[in-house]
DNA sequence: AGCACA
């Protein structure tokens, strides 16, 4: 029944932490910004899930349309694990046109911190504030993981097919579709240009259950991998997931339509 | 650019 326990892809590109020295601690909760500021917040809200629900199970997605805090987002999975991956394997990702910057939140969500025991309400914090002083305390577990209430159910339930999404814009946006079911097939996205079936090949014929690669001359980019059986492709879409070619486009993996 | 708790 364990049929598929890796959910790592440590090779490639293990510690993705030190680009600008922007070093943030793991938390269950990603901040996202560089987001589209002409989408509105609840359609926002449903596309990110619809890209990030993949990951795990995430528990609240924040966004808000002040001035101080549009073109970002949170998002909080119930665990560091889907959060991480997210982040690794979505950083950059176009969507809505533009790519997306993704980093830990620099602080435990409430959400979290409620599920945790740990929240205190906004009025009593600012009591113990105090300016100038530099002490190590505080800085406690931020992620604890489990036994978490799942208050997501939301207006996600139901989450409608979000390709191509008109927007105010006009533009067809660039928000990859809703999980597809379960599919002996998958479907490859975010492939640089140069990508050849041969690369693929020996990337995805590592996977048992293999069968072929077909890409289409007509459209570069993305590109169809067939298993044997869909246990087989989830295994690899697993394996496989957010895997770089080169250094700038993560493939996307989901399964094919029927 | 911008780290919140609608």
Redesign the pocket.
């Known amino acids: 029944m364990a049929l598929l326990e890796r959910k790592d892809m440590g090779d490639m590109s293990s510690n993705n932490n030190s680009s600008t020295g ?1 070093e ?1 601690p793991q ?1 269950m ?1 990603i ?1 996202i ?3 589209n ?1 002409k989408i509105k917040i609840d359609k926002l809200k449903e596309s990110l899930h619809a890209v990030f629900s993949q990951f795990g199970k995430i528990l ?1 997605i ?1 966004a ?9 987002a ?1 998002v ?1 999975f119930e665990d560091v694990q889907s959060a991480s991956n997210a982040m690794r394997q979505m950083q950059s990702f176009p969507f809505y046109d533009k790519p997306m ?1 993704i ?11 409620k599920a945790d025991g740990t929240f205190v309400p ?1 009025e009593k914090r600012r009591r113990h504030e105090e300016k100038g002083k530099k002490k190590k305390d505080q800085h406690d577990a931020n992620q604890v993981g489990a036994g978490l209430t799942p208050a997501y159910g939301g207006a996600y339930g139901t989450t409608p097919p979000l390709s191509q999404i008109p927007y105010p814009g006009g533009v067809k946006s660039m928000v990859p579709e809703a999980p597809a079911p379960p599919n002996n097939i998958l479907f490859i996205q975010n492939l640089p240009n140069e990508t050849t079936p041969m690369m693929l090949q020996m990337l995805f014929q590592q996977y048992p259950g293999f069968k072929e690669v077909r890409m289409v001359e007509a459209k570069p980019g993305i590109a169809f991998v067939e298993y044997g059986d869909e246990m087989q492709s989830t295994v690899a879409m697993h394996g496989l997931q957010g895997f770089k070619i080169l250094q700038q486009n993560s493939m996307l993996i989901t399964y094919a339509k029927k």
Do not use: P
Not at 64 to 72: A, M, P, R, S
């Open positions: 922007t943030v938390n909760t901040y910004n560089n987001l500021e609240e924040l808000f349309k002040t001035l101080k805090h549009k073109g970002q949170w909080v910057r980093q830990y939140a620099k602080t435990k969500s409430d959400i979290v911190a906004r």
